[in-house]
């Protein structure tokens, strides 16, 4: 049976016969101490899967993130509620830009062209924190600046504290990784709202397809089930990730696969629809996207010897994160021109259809 610590109120309960995955809880407050066998349990889940939880309760001012979060959701809700007239004003896509609105529908989750069946909307870290000229928004977000700004900045310390921690246990020069993630940086940084309906019985399918997260740390918050990861290895089958009370799911991006040579990982997930008594609520998801600086080249660095060399005859493509993230972005959409899909897929993804 479910714990009550691990169930959220008013939220059905997570079902216990389903396959989730094993992923590591790793306790902020500990991160934050340096603690050594809180550090090496970072690097195993980095390394292994790129998946983690962290458990936020406890760790002094950064249990901020949670009430930040808890407002961000009622916002999220309000703001979805607006007419999708008032929404499409928004979607900056034919600006070649991932920030704004994406309806349902818009999207396509495999090669088939089925299409997705959620809606985003993206609200750029340089926007709020003054680094780029505000975009347009709708009033509910323009009243909200400050929530977004506490919300952003207390992430992004998480972001900081996990890529220092990171950069110490590969080798790196000081602070290698940190210089790449400024939060006065220009970057493609983002939070994004999610919004999934529930589908219909009869047709319970994929709502986001398979992919990798485009940057390089992903802090989300959740509250029903829906999101899976595929493990590593040739048999491996699709696990649910439970979501916990207290606690965000962190993950990896491309980035940090490209920064590595693949000893991190950027591990393939998607989202379904929620098991169990779950799949009759509408699914929300609140979503901190921390990118490399728009001009950072995506490739190996240099100064540490425990990332791999590349293998001989191998010659990383030229390409900054700015470019990378806008072909990873905008690759799915049906309403997007010049952008295609196969270069929208994802580092693990492609060595896994090299190995085929």
Do not use: C, H, W
């Given at each position: 049976m479910q714990k009550q610590e691990d169930a959220f109120p008013g939220i059905p309960v997570f079902p216990d016969d389903v396959p989730t995955a094993p992923l590591l809880r790793l306790s902020l407050k500990n991160l934050l101490a340096e603690d050594e066998d809180e550090i090496q349990k970072l690097s195993k889940a980095c390394e292994e899967i790129g998946f983690f939880y962290l458990d936020i309760r406890d760790a002094g001012e950064a249990t901020n993130l949670l009430a930040d979060a808890d407002k961000l959701f009622e916002i999220g809700t309000d703001l979805f509620e607006l007419p999708l007239e008032e929404k499409q004003k928004y979607d900056f896509s034919a600006q070649k830009?991932?920030?704004?609105?994406?309806?349902?529908?818009?999207?396509?989750?495999?090669?088939?062209?089925?299409?997705?069946?959620?809606?985003?909307?993206?609200?750029?870290?340089?926007?709020?924190?003054?680094?780029?000229?505000?975009?347009?928004?709708?009033?509910i977000l323009e009243n909200n600046r400050n929530s977004f700004e506490s919300f952003i900045q207390n992430s992004h310390s998480i972001v900081t504290l996990i890529l220092k921690l990171l950069n110490t246990s590969l080798g790196l020069p000081e602070s290698t990784l940190a210089k790449l993630h400024r939060l006065e940086g220009i970057s493609g940084d983002q939070v994004r709202f999610v919004k999934a309906p529930p589908q219909p019985v009869d047709d319970r399918r994929t709502a986001l397809g398979e992919h990798t997260d485009f940057g390089s740390v992903t802090i989300l918050f959740n509250r029903l089930g829906g999101l899976q990861v595929l493990p590593p290895g040739e048999d491996a089958e699709w696990q649910y990730v439970r979501p916990l009370p207290g606690h965000a799911i962190v993950n990896l991006g491309d980035a940090m696969v490209k920064f590595t040579n693949g000893l991190l990982r950027s591990n393939i997930h998607r989202v379904v629809s929620p098991p169990g008594q779950q799949a009759d609520s509408t699914r929300y998801s609140l979503v901190y996207f921390a990118r490399p600086e728009d001009d950072v080249p995506l490739r190996r660095l240099e100064g540490s010897s425990r990332i791999p060399e590349l293998e001989e005859g191998v010659v990383e493509e030229a390409i900054n994160s700015k470019d990378w993230i806008i072909r990873r972005a905008l690759g799915r959409r049906i309403d997007?021109?010049?952008?295609?899909?196969?270069?929208?897929?994802?580092?693990?993804?492609?060595?896994?259809?090299?190995?085929?």
């Open positions: 830009s991932y920030f704004g609105y994406k309806a349902q529908g818009v999207g396509v989750v495999d090669r088939q062209g089925n299409l997705d069946r959620n809606e985003f909307y993206n609200v750029s870290k340089d926007d709020i924190m003054g680094v780029s000229q505000p975009l347009p928004a709708p009033d997007v021109p010049d952008i295609e899909y196969d270069k929208s897929v994802g580092t693990e993804m492609l060595s896994r259809r090299l190995k085929v």
